[in-house]
């Protein structure tokens, strides 16, 4: 069988950040499902060069990532209640590499929302890029006790919960593949 590719993009290059912890989790997850190739993305490895969506303000791996992937899980930390600049710039260096695939996203936030206006935001930005979003959302609040310093989960129900979120994308992101 033909596994498909979903990477976990995480939205944010912030020195101190935690959102790296939420997604290297929801990476390891999703490396129990057998159908599944899954890798973090992390914008620090990428330079975005110019404005958004023009060929100098590409970068050649992203744009390898993007175009190789089945869908997307976007993990996004609230800032100033929408997601990240870094991740609009490097989501902004694509755009038919999106088109008709599903994505996922996971707020983070210090506070108890999750980034659920991250999330808001992120879904309209998104929709303008031809892809197309899961109804169920992932969110961690206090995304700071949710993980001890090595990264292992504190609180036992977010397994479940990632597990729901990656079985509706890879769901969307097979009928679309197979669609096509
Ligand atoms: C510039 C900035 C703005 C922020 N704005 C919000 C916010 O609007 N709502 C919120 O819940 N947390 C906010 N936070 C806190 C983040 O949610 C917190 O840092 C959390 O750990 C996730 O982001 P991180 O991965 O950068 O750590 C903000 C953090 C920064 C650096």
Redesign the pocket.
């Known amino acids: 069988m033909n596994k498909i590719y979903i990477p976990v993009i995480l939205?944010?290059t912030?020195e101190?950040?935690?959102?790296?912890k939420?997604a290297r989790f929801i990476v390891d997850v999703g490396s129990e499902y057998s159908e599944l190739e899954t890798e973090l993305i992390d914008p620090k490895d990428f330079h975005f060069l110019g404005d958004g969506n023009d060929p100098e303000g590409k970068d050649q791996k992203y744009s390898e990532i993007t175009a190789r992937a089945d869908g997307f899980f976007i993990v996004c930390?609230?800032?100033?209640?929408?997601f990240?600049g870094s991740l609009k710039r490097m989501l902004d260096s694509e755009f038919e590499n999106y088109q008709h695939k599903a994505v996922a996203f996971a707020g983070?936030?210090?506070?108890?929302?999750?980034?659920v206006?991250?999330i808001e935001a992120l879904v309209l930005a998104t929709r303008e890029m031809g892809l197309l979003a899961i109804s169920y959302d992932l969110h961690f609040?206090r995304?700071?006790d949710l993980f001890d310093s090595q990264g292992n989960l504190l609180e036992a129900k977010y397994l479940e919960l990632t597990k729901k979120a990656w079985q509706e994308l890879i769901w969307l992101s097979q009928l679309l593949k197979n669609a096509k």
């Not at 936030?109 to 980034?115: E, I, K």
């Open positions: 939205g944010t912030r101190q950040r935690k959102s790296d939420a930390p609230e800032y100033n209640h929408s990240s983070t936030s210090s506070g108890q929302w999750g980034g206006r991250a609040p995304v700071q």
